[in-house]
T-cell receptor, first 110, second 123 residues
């Protein structure tokens, strides 16, 4: 099985842009879709990106997902940061037998 | 509107059993893989199990194999997680999730989440 590695924490100021990485330890990052989940403090997770770069209805277009084959990683980019974006973010992918979650990244909006 | 409503959590003694249910609405239930994901207090998300659209293909994370059983009822639009031989490290909020897209060959990820139900294993 593979591991998804995320930075433990990131921070940025309101209005700025932040990118959270998710690096796959083995196998091609493009080999299976990547999802991103947002979990605000005390709340249920919600899906902000699915299938690498698709936004569910209701998710602002400030959120975008991408893949980078050179680093075998996925990224979640949030532009025009707002205080409400402060949350934990988890990436997730899969193989034929299981889902794999990254350890999560705490985003602080200063 | 997609809704997933879990029930059945609570305080259980080590070695005990509990059964979780998730009632789904707002979509064609029989078209989707369904999954359970858990989150221990202060920890990250952990996939537990998933089940294919017909209830034939079942997959579990290693730590629950032989102890947990996932099932579904496509008439009542419900998915269940039966949990036996519970241990302290099974203590978590358990979330029911619906897959990202219909009629997938494999379970891809969570498109929708329930509100979660807490299972506490303690004496």
């Amino acid at each position: 099985n593979f591991i998804l590695t995320q930075p433990h924490s990131v921070s940025a100021s309101p209005g700025k842009t932040v990118t959270i990485s998710c690096t796959r330890s083995s196998g091609d990052i493009a080999g299976s879709f990547v999802q991103w989940y947002q979990q605000r403090p005390g709340s249920t997770p919600t899906t902000v990106i699915f299938e690498d770069d698709q936004r569910p209805s209701g998710v602002p277009d400030r959120f975008s997902g991408s893949l980078d084959s050179s680093s075998n990683s996925a990224s979640l980019t949030i532009s025009g940061l707002q205080t409400e974006d402060e949350a934990h973010y988890y990436c997730q992918s899969y193989n034929s037998l299981s889902w794999v979650f990254g350890g999560g990244t705490k985003l602080t909006v200063l | 509107e997609v809704q997933l409503v879990e029930s059945g959590g609570g305080l259980v003694q080590p070695g005990g059993s509990v059964s979780l249910s998730c009632e789904a609405s707002g979509f064609i239930f029989s078209d989707y893989w369904m999954s359970w994901v858990r989150q221990a207090p202060g920890k990250g998300l952990e996939w537990v199990a998933y089940i294919d659209q017909r209830g034939f293909d079942l997959y579990y994370t290693d730590s629950v194999k032989g102890r947990f059983t996932i099932s579904r009822d496509n008439v009542r639009n419900t998915v269940h997680l039966e949990m036996k031989s519970l241990r302290a490290d099974d203590t978590a909020v358990y979330y029911c999730t619906r897959d990202t897209g219909p009629k997938r060959v494999t379970a891809g990820g969570a498109g929708y989440w329930g509100q979660g139900t807490l299972v506490s294993v303690a004496s």
